[in-house]
């Protein structure tokens, strides 16, 4: 099946400093997901991206499509002890009608 | 706002047992879905419904079953566990058959097979 790479795999780093990931593919995609988990949590959406070279806030974070439509990536700034979890991203290709999840990218923060 | 409700929250089975992990959600989402969550895999998808009546396999359907008789229910159904399908479940919905839209998550089965 289609896979993301999705990369670091896991984070440790200390609160207050800035935190970026992204996910890559072979294939196109026409929409990115990036999704947080928390401990014994499903899921929750942080940020939805439609359109290639979009640039999108959401507080402290910040996501962007790749203008190739390949790769996406997440900015945390300034993170806080609450950023601890697991982040997903995920795509979606033209006409499919199932998400294609990465395999994530675990934030540890040492306070 | 109840969003997706998984039940039970965790099970233990012995191998060869039946079971039936239940999702519901109570948004009027046309479209849901199922996962399985392992270590350093991701989430890969089971089945998925674009509505009641219809169903489709995801990536990994082998030893699941599933049925969408009503919008707001989507049973999963384990015929005879294995010790691989020791997993985290989540089900997940979303509005609208385009898929264009993200998705909901509940918060999880963990499932032992033992």
């Known amino acids: 099946g289609q896979q993301l790479n999705q990369s670091p795999q896991s984070m440790f780093i200390q609160e207050g400093e800035d935190v970026s990931m992204n996910c890559t593919s072979s294939s196109i995609f026409n929409t990115w997901l990036w999704y947080k988990q928390d401990p014994g949590e499903g899921p929750v959406l942080l940020i939805a991206l439609y359109k290639a070279g979009e640039l999108t806030s959401n507080g402290r974070l910040t996501a962007q499509f790749g203008i190739t439509r390949k790769d996406s990536f997440l900015n945390i700034s300034a993170s806080i002890p609450s950023d601890v979890g697991i982040y997903f991203c995920a795509g979606l290709q033209t006409g499919a009608q199932k998400l294609v999840f990465g395999q994530g990218t675990r934030l540890t923060i040492n306070p | 706002n109840a969003g997706v409700t998984q039940t039970p929250k965790f099970q233990v089975l012995k191998t060869g047992q039946s079971m039936t992990l239940q999702c519901a959600q109570d948004m009027n989402h046309e479209y849901m879905s199922w996962y399985r969550q392992d270590p350093g895999m991701g989430l890969r998808l089971i089945h998925y419904?674009?509505?009641?009546?219809?169903?489709d396999q995801g990536e990994v359907p082998n030893g699941y079953n599933v049925s969408r008789s009503t919008t707001e229910d989507f049973p999963l159904r384990l015929l005879s566990a294995a010790p691989s399908q020791t997993s985290v479940y989540f089900c997940a919905s979303s509005s609208g058959r385009s898929y264009n839209s993200p998705l909901h998550f509940g918060n999880g089965t963990r499932l032992t097979v033992t």
């Open positions: 419904s674009v509505g009641a009546g219809i169903t």
